[in-house]
């Protein structure tokens, strides 16, 4: 049987799914992928995606927000690795991911959006800020480019996800309304203007479509 492979996009059950299943925390993520042993020294070679600090040290940045596709790219992960993996990601309603991405990184709307039109320098220079801001049908493409064996879920369907992933985790009891991380309530959606909206809808459009079709 194939082996699921979680593919994190940031703000979407990630810690839930590592916590409850896989048995890590949060701050064990990178173990998931098995790499942990040689990442210190691919990253001293590489330098990416750390960034460099002022004094030449490296800043970790997150590898479970990382795409299967971009893995393989930077030789994290190997081909035939690859293909004993069903891969699975877990969608969110676009504007209720926005709106959490403000309370996670505690930034009001416009400053988001202001982060967002900076996407393409954040990429450069932020690495873990443009993971975050990335649209999801980015993740979900480069898991089409990798493999034909994967499952894509609305996080609206929590039962769908329970029973896929009760597949392979048999003795794996867990009550999804359970929390693992409780986000700050400070912003909403009353709180966006109709210029937020309109750049929110264009800017995920691709997401708006393809979570309706979930």
Not at 5 to 20: A, E, L, R, S, T
Not at 110 to 124: G, P
Not at 128 to 137: C, D, K, V
Not at 153 to 182: C, G, W
Request: hydrophobic share 30%; charged share 25%; with cysteine.
């Amino acid at each position: 049987m194939d082996k699921p492979f979680f593919v994190h996009i940031p703000k979407n059950m990630g810690n839930f799914i590592y916590q409850k299943y896989y048995d890590i925390k949060k701050e064990d993520k990178n173990k998931f992928y098995g790499f942990y042993d040689s990442i210190v020294e691919y990253y001293k070679t590489y330098k990416f995606p750390y960034i460099i600090e002022n004094n030449n040290n490296y800043k970790s940045i997150s590898i479970d927000h990382l795409t299967p596709h971009e893995l393989l790219n930077l030789g994290i992960m190997k081909p035939s690795e690859s293909s004993k993996y069903i891969f699975f990601a877990i969608m969110r309603e676009p504007l209720d991911r926005f709106i959490s991405l403000c309370n996670y990184w505690d930034v009001p709307p416009n400053q988001l959006i202001y982060n967002i039109t900076k996407i393409n320098l954040l990429k450069q220079t932020a690495y873990n800020l443009f993971q975050h801001l990335r649209p999801q049908n980015d993740y979900i493409n480069d898991i089409k480019r990798v493999t034909n064996k994967y499952r894509i879920f609305s996080m609206n369907k929590k039962n769908q996800i329970r029973d896929f992933l009760a597949t392979y985790f048999p003795n794996k009891s867990v009550n999804f309304e359970e929390k693992v991380y409780h986000s700050r309530d400070k912003y909403n959606t009353s709180m966006l203007s109709r210029e937020n909206m309109n750049f929110i809808n264009k800017y995920y459009k691709d997401d708006f479509q393809l979570f309706r079709q979930l």
